[in-house]
């Protein structure tokens, strides 16, 4: 039950927010007393806690998933991208990154801490693929690459209110991280996905 519980806290924190969503409305959704949530959760920021645990490891395997596929690294950046976005499909347009920062900022920052590795590492294995592959100049300074990047993604989802608003700029974002860095042969593969993400 208290796996039933986190799974459906999160898919609501992410669809609807985490300050508008309460208790009852988990209780009400998933025809349980509200007693039975607080069996396991002695109150509402512990289950936003678990929560958020199960997304980073959502967001974690999601990226996994796709790095196994082995596609060019242009092409896995917009995969991860989209799939992103279905990720965090927002009926209530309102980011959730945002909201757990505003209402919620002890929480953030320990998600925060947790992202930082695991984000850079990915960001660095982009790259060196992307090199390898021919698609980046092999002159990039791999590690001042990796943390512009990081302070971008991150900078927009902290002061972004609207889900689809950040949607947008990030990937504005991600089309300039990858021309600073693309050869002739990156560009016109970054042009192909940009045409295609764009239908």
């Not at 300074?141 to 990081?150: A, G, P």
């Not at 991280?177 to 940009?194: P, S, W, Y």
């Amino acid at each position: 039950m208290k796996d039933k519980i986190i799974a459906k806290a999160s898919e609501m924190f992410l669809k609807l927010g985490f300050k508008s969503i309460t208790m009852d409305d988990i209780a009400g959704e998933m025809c349980i007393s509200k007693k039975t949530i607080y069996k396991y959760f002695c109150n509402k920021e512990v289950l936003i806690q678990e929560s958020t645990a199960l997304v980073h490891k959502q967001v974690h395997e999601l990226i996994e998933s796709v790095v196994a596929e082995k596609h060019n690294a242009i092409f896995e950046n917009f995969k991860i991208k989209e799939m992103f976005k279905e990720l965090f499909n927002n009926s209530a347009d309102s980011s959730p990154v945002y909201q757990l920062k505003k209402h919620y900022p002890e929480i953030y920052q320990r998600v925060l801490e947790q992202e930082v590795n695991q984000c850079e590492h990915w960001f660095r294995e982009n790259i060196k693929k992307g090199i390898t592959e021919g698609l980046y100049r092999p002159d990039v300074d791999i590690e001042t690459y990796v943390k512009f990047y990081y302070i971008l993604i991150f900078h927009i989802n902290e002061n972004t209110s609207s889900e689809n608003e950040a949607q947008r700029i990030e990937l504005k974002a991600l089309e300039y991280h990858t021309r600073a860095m693309a050869t002739e042969a990156g560009i016109i593969e970054l042009e192909k996905n940009l045409l295609n993400t764009n239908k």
